[in-house]
């Protein structure tokens, strides 16, 4: 596959497969206001995503449009870092495939806000016009995430013994898939190499824990290849969910 | 054809999620202009999943239908900022009980903002979440009389 369209495709199914998972709070958040906010944030993703999935539909030149991509692909051709497919339960004690964790949801959130608000910061000056264009206005919208999902992390971080346990349990379950945040190779006259985001944001990202009195768990080696197609064991179940309008009613619209 | 009627028309298609104010009014209209095929409106969709953008379409549509045929053209760039909005369409916000942005995108993002109650005008105001029922607002209550209210999002 042509770099530039694997690129916009990485960025693109990371957004979507993210709206997914944040959308699947709605109507079940903790309080009417969060479930609006979990919601809404899973909506500009989807929007993002849909502006991706059109230029890479145009890219691709195969005709296909950002519907037939979204809903319409094998797992393998879905190009997303694993972080965003894992379960909203991830981090629960039971094992993992239903239910929702509003730690592991929160320390997700945050995580892919200030890595998304890095790399739009530095699309938004691409000499590729169409990726500059759609980076200049995600950014405006992900900086809103950022500063909730991490006024979140703070307040269940630095607050009872409960929320700080079950943060800190969390975030030994996501820490080794951040790793493939930073994995994707950059193209030229496009956008950065993913690497060049990490200084950024493990920066970042320990000012918040700091804040958030959150230990950080030791490193891992852990390699994961979303981002190469090579999916978790959770992801054919989150297309089966995410596809079966499409597949049982093809070209369906509302 | 008349581009000053075609004009007039369009001025008066409200937003579809926010009625009390009409698209020019919001700043979601670029142009109106006449082609070769008719007339051709330019719109800038203000949240990349606003649900309402087909709509809105389809409204300034059939709003502009006796003039033509109408093409509705989408234009990301330069992104729709709450900057736009019209000094009318700020005063129609606050009236409907939404208060307007108080400052820029890059102010709102360091700052949460001191709000008025747009009913009982009261300074004690609290920001109960910085999402809401669309995209663009904040949920607030005022301390004062009780109600809740909404806050457009400086974009």
């Known amino acids: 596959m042509d770099a530039k369209l694997t690129y916009v495709l990485q960025l693109a199914d990371t957004c979507l497969i993210h709206a997914q998972r944040l959308g699947e709070w709605c109507g079940h958040a903790p309080v009417l206001e969060e479930d609006l906010a979990l919601s809404n944030m899973a909506l500009d993703l989807l929007g993002q995503a849909r502006a991706l999935l059109t230029y890479a539909g145009q890219l691709e030149g195969a005709g296909r449009d950002e519907d037939q991509l979204a809903f319409l692909r094998l797992e393998r051709d879905y190009r997303n870092v694993v972080l965003v497919e894992l379960p909203n339960a991830a981090a629960s004690p039971s094992d993992g495939s239903g239910g929702r964790d509003f730690a592991f949801t929160t320390l997700r959130n945050a995580a892919v806000a200030i890595w998304l608000e890095l790399l739009y910061e530095r699309l938004q000056g691409s000499a590729d016009a169409e990726l500059a264009g759609i980076a200049a206005k995600s950014l405006k919208e992900v900086r809103y995430h950022r500063q909730h999902s991490s006024d979140w992390v703070v307040r269940l971080g630095d607050g009872t013994e409960e929320s700080q346990a079950r943060m800190q349990a969390a975030l030994a379950v996501l820490w080794p898939y951040v790793n493939e945040l930073f994995a994707a190779a950059g193209v030229e006259g496009v956008g950065p190499a993913w690497r060049e985001l990490e200084a950024d944001w493990r920066a970042r990202w320990a000012t918040l824990m700091a804040e958030a009195t959150l230990a950080l768990p030791r490193d891992s080696a852990m390699q994961p290849q979303g981002h190469l197609g090579i999916h978790s064991e959770h992801m054919g179940h989150l297309l089966a969910t995410m596809q079966h309008l499409q597949r049982a009613y093809p070209g369906g619209v509302w | ?155």
């Open chain 2, 1 to 155: 054809m008349n581009l000053a009627a075609a004009r007039a028309r369009l001025a008066a298609v409200p937003d579809p999620e926010i009625p009390a104010v009409s698209l020019m009014e919001l700043g979601i209209v670029r142009d109106l202009r006449e082609t070769d095929a008719g007339l051709e409106v330019v719109l800038t969709p203000t949240y990349s999943g606003c649900p309402a953008t087909e709509l809105i379409a389809d409204d300034v549509r059939a709003a502009l239908a006796e003039f033509g045929p109408v093409t509705v053209t989408l234009q990301r760039v330069p992104a729709w900022t709450t900057d736009w909005i019209t000094p009318e369409g700020r005063d129609k916000l606050q009236q409907y009980g939404i208060v307007p942005p108080q400052c820029s995108a890059e102010q709102a993002i360091r700052v949460v903002p001191r709000l008025r109650c747009p009913r009982c005008r009261g300074a004690q105001t609290e920001q109960l979440s910085r999402f809401g029922s669309t995209p663009c607002k904040s949920t607030w209550r005022c301390v004062d009389c009780g109600e809740p209210f909404e806050y457009f999002k400086p974009l």
